[in-house]
């Protein structure tokens, strides 16, 4: 009986706070929840403890006082990374949405006099790191020096698992897609171009076809990773078969591997600037079919945003066409 209520007060999300507080408040207090959903996005006692200045055995008595307060086992202690049970797993997704509607709450209040003075955190893609991000970060905080704005760096499929856990309010990701969880907006697009060591036989050409790469050597992206599934797709489209000699989750390493001349790679225009002002890469532009990388800004289905958050996609949006801003900074 208790348990069910229990379910279903959680599933009723915010508007299930507002006619159960009072029930709530004599339950549980906001810290605790926030480290539960902490402990089960981090799967990990230790992770969960640490980001929240705690002990690991502070961590596991306050799943264990909620485990005895609800009546029912949160999480499976048994297996290795932690899983929440069927309860706790409901137990969680309401927690989450509890937590993000109090913060958008906390950060209106803060906001009623126009005084930005909230948090905001962002997860990126490598590949759109210190050359974009870092220079809006900068941006937003000199606009709004009350913010407080966590920017992270992560492989792509970090990225869209930290928006989700609500680990962060807005990620910026490659191929960006729309799903029952997500919600995405395109938000710049990037011209793909071949870079190549300035020894190679293709440095100080200026366009070149796909065809080209019929036979040589080349520097890919994990196969794993959209941008090589569309790349793949586009040399196979020219009748073309490189040979990959090397792959790589990330531009930067891609980049140091081209600049010994291992061999040539497709790659964003705007991530190669700081090489080609230095000298040690030489860029190649593509003719008979325009390759792009869109970009995209995400964030959680359902979760509303803080004041700070949207003031901070809106700025976002207004860089939308100044891709190639900073070149001489392009950094992966």
């Keep these: 009986m208790m348990h069910g209520g229990i379910i279903r007060f959680f599933h009723q999300g915010w508007g299930g706070f507002a006619f159960q507080g009072r029930f709530l408040r004599t339950l549980v207090n906001l810290k605790s929840l926030k480290i539960f959903c902490d402990i089960i996005s981090r799967r990990s006692f230790s992770k969960a403890a640490t980001d929240n200045g705690i002990s690991q055995s502070g961590a596991s008595q306050l799943v264990g006082q909620l485990e005895h307060q609800l009546g029912v086992q949160l999480i499976e202690r048994s297996k290795r990374p932690l899983v929440p049970t069927r309860e706790g797993q409901a137990f969680y997704d309401g927690c989450r949405k509890i937590i993000a509607s109090y913060d958008a709450l906390e950060d209106a209040v803060r906001t009623l006099h126009d005084e930005v003075a909230g948090r905001v955190r962002v997860a990126a893609i490598y590949s759109v790191g210190l050359h974009h991000m870092s220079r809006y970060v900068q941006d937003f905080m000199s606009r709004h020096p009350k ?8 492989h792509p499929d970090r990225v869209l698992e930290s928006v989700e856990q609500g680990q962060a309010d807005v990620g910026i990701v490659s191929y960006p897609r729309s799903s029952r969880s997500i919600e995405a907006e395109p938000w710049r ?3 793909i171009v071949l870079a190549c060591a300035p020894t190679n036989s293709f440095a ?12 040589q050597r080349m520097v890919g992206f994990d196969s794993d990773l959209v941008i090589r599934h569309e790349l793949d ?5 020219h009748n073309a078969e490189p040979n990959v000699v090397m792959e790589f989750d990330n531009i930067e390493t891609i980049k140091r591997a081209v600049e010994i001349d291992a061999g040539v790679a497709l790659l964003p225009e705007p991530t190669v600037g700081r090489e080609l002002a230095a000298g040690t890469l030489c860029m190649v532009r593509l003719v008979g079919e325009e390759l792009i990388r869109p970009l995209g800004i995400i964030r959680a289905r359902g979760t509303p945003l803080a004041p700070t958050v949207e003031r901070f996609i809106e700025l976002l949006r207004g860089h939308a066409h100044d891709v190639d801003a900073a070149p001489n900074v392009a950094h992966a």
């Design 233 to 237: 797709r586009a040399i196979a489209a």
């Design 204 to 215: 100080g050409r200026v366009q070149m076809s796909l065809n080209e790469l019929h036979g």
């Design 189 to 191: 697009e990037e011209t």
């Design 147 to 154: 913010a407080n704005v966590r920017l992270e760096y992560l």
